[in-house]
């Protein structure tokens, strides 16, 4: 437990809450339970109570937080924050003040601590640069999880130990244990398609390396190891610059990863760049490749931008200014589509493929839509294809086998498919709709794996991971300075934040969403244990009545408990078995 009577206060605070600077958390939970191979995280929240001295200022209090476990493997952020008022988010209190936290910073779980000798400043983390400050001003906080990457480890309880100790006289201010119970069964691996999509311009540009060098490449590797450590398995795949955001008439950065030649018979095709591509995805753990759209975005009325060579020269073979029934593109389409997926099965992808017509197109679009799909899909045959949509009528018409449904017509959807996915956009979704906004509670966005669970979804999809242009691709900012700046809508276009000692900095938001990708599995767990009735049954009577797109924790304490009925559930039938 905390020493309440030193000059710091701290808390054990669950990952269903942040913490906001103005928050004074009225107890610790210290008692968590967990699948052997699942993440468990949460946080300590800590905020000093010194007075002010005889100079009239308060002051400082460095500290650093050693975080221990004999057993379990042990991964810690500080947590910052970013310029957007905590009062606005969901799960703050009325009165909160201050920016919204989000962005983790990796430090050491346990640094060495150094002695000085030095009246101004006696000790020192040895090799942190992510330094603590514990402040009367602010609560500040850090993210904990163990067993970050999934490993299967021993039943039973573990401990986890917590100390705060002053930088200024080297003792131990607070302390706190905390149980980690994990049950004596595994979650099975995720069979959902997970993508977030990756916007490879943004990487250069934010990164300042030149598009797919030696750099670009590693930088990419981290991004990618990064998602899958975070539960996504799909990868968007440029093979040529997917036509997602662009106003007609301009074009975004070219990031075409296929060479093409155009030859007097046709074309040649160049993938060893695509090669490459695939090895480090492939080695950062993705499972599923997700081909860029081969027709314009909201309704296919035009080609995509292929560059190629022809004569001696690179020129845009095709682009927004092609029709998307042109017969010299849709004959390249059909040559390169051959060209790909023998590619791809030399490459032993050929069954890890998504393939994509257009983005949401509309009900006015259904003939354009129909006559790019007919030009197609005798190439495409026997490969997945599906496209984020909300007009049922793609589905009706046989258009689009694979919907990815906006949650908000789910119910539209349901009984009607045979199997869809799930997607939202962020900008548009109805207040009760599950959402990873800066403004979302953590439940909101956890929610989503019973969402998918329910509605029996393939996946999941969202448009954004690491965009940092705005509306329509114009203009570069930084998201952890300006948050709103895409169509002032916090969070909609990112996950990540760029920069850091590891090339990037997870969110909170992006653990939540981890979250609910390990809710999801363990109801596909209880299922087998069970049946689907009976799981869906459980869920249902926890919430009072049928679960749907707008079922929603009222709480964090909710969400925390809805999980742990499901884990008494699956622990019951192990032992039972």
């Known amino acids: 437990m905390s020493n309440q009577a030193s000059p710091l206060c701290s808390w054990i605070v669950p990952s269903e809450h942040r913490v906001f600077c103005g928050d004074l958390p009225r107890e610790s939970v210290t008692s968590y339970r967990a699948m052997r191979n699942e993440p468990i995280s949460f946080s300590l929240a800590y905020r000093a109570t010194l007075s002010k ?101 021993p039943a039973g309880r573990h401990r986890v130990c917590l100390r705060v100790i002053s930088l200024r006289t080297g003792e131990t201010l607070a302390a706190h244990e905390v149980t980690v119970e994990l049950i004596d069964a595994l979650l099975p691996e995720s069979e959902l398609i997970y993508t977030t999509w990756f916007h490879y311009d943004c990487l250069a540009e934010s990164h300042r390396v030149p598009l797919w060098s030696d750099e670009y490449f590693r930088i990419l590797g981290s991004y990618i190891r990064n998602a899958t450590r975070h539960g996504m398995n799909t990868l968007l795949t440029p093979a040529f610059t997917p036509p997602l955001d662009t106003p007609v008439g301009t074009e975004r950065m070219n990031v075409q990863l296929v060479g093409v030649r155009k030859t007097h018979g046709g074309y040649d095709f160049d993938f060893s760049l695509l090669r490459r591509f695939v090895a480090v995805a492939r080695e950062n753990g993705i499972r599923t490749f997700e081909h860029c759209h081969l027709f314009s975005q909201w309704g296919a009325t035009q080609a995509i931008n292929v560059y190629g060579e022809e004569g001696g020269r690179t020129v845009r073979l095709f682009g927004w200014d092609t029709p998307a029934s042109d017969p010299a593109y849709l004959s390249f389409l059909r040559e390169y589509l051959t060209a790909f997926v023998a590619f791809a099965e030399e490459e032993g992808i050929g069954d890890c493929l998504l393939f994509h017509i257009s983005d949401e197109p509309k009900e006015a679009q259904l003939e354009s839509y129909a006559a790019a799909l007919r030009a197609v899909e005798g190439s495409l045959r026997g490969k997945t294809v599906g496209d984020a949509l909300s007009d049922i009528a793609f589905y009706r018409h046989g258009l689009v086998r694979l919907p990815i449904v906006d949650i908000a017509h789910a119910d539209e959807f349901d009984g009607e498919c045979e199997e869809m996915m799930l997607y939202y956009t962020g900008g548009e979704s109805k207040p009760g709709l599950t959402n990873r906004l800066l403004t979302s509670a953590p439940r909101k966005t956890r929610i989503l794996g019973l969402q998918l669970y329910r509605y029996r979804a393939r996946g999941f999809l969202h448009w954004a991971y690491n965009n940092c242009y705005g509306r329509m691709s114009l203009g570069l900012f930084d998201p952890a300075t300006d948050p709103c700046f895409y169509k002032n809508i916090p969070g909609v276009t990112y996950l990540v934040y760029p920069g850091g000692a590891e090339d990037l900095m997870p969110s909170l938001r992006e653990k939540q969403l981890c979250a609910a990708v390990n809710d999801h599995r363990a109801l596909c767990l209880l299922e087998s244990l069970v049946g689907r009735e009976r799981t869906l049954a459980l869920c249902e009577d926890f919430f009072g009545g049928t679960v749907d797109a707008l079922t929603l924790p009222t709480s964090g304490e909710e969400m925390r408990a809805w999980r742990e009925t499901v884990n008494e559930e699956i622990a019951r039938q192990v032992v039972a078995r």
Request: with cysteine.
């Open 53 to 153: 001295g005889a100079n009239g200022r308060v002051p400082d209090m460095p500290i650093s937080v050693s975080v221990t476990s004999d057993t379990l493997p042990l991964t810690v952020y500080k947590v910052l924050s970013v310029p957007f008022p905590a009062a606005e988010c969901e799960d703050a209190a009325a009165e909160a003040v201050g920016p919204c936290p989000d962005m983790l910073v990796r430090r050491n779980a346990a640094p060495a601590i150094r002695y000085l000798g030095d009246r101004i400043a006696p000790y020192i983390e040895e090799g942190e640069r992510v330094l603590l400050n514990a402040s009367c001003a602010m609560t500040g906080s850090l993210f904990v999880t163990a067993n970050e990457g999934g490993e299967a480890l």
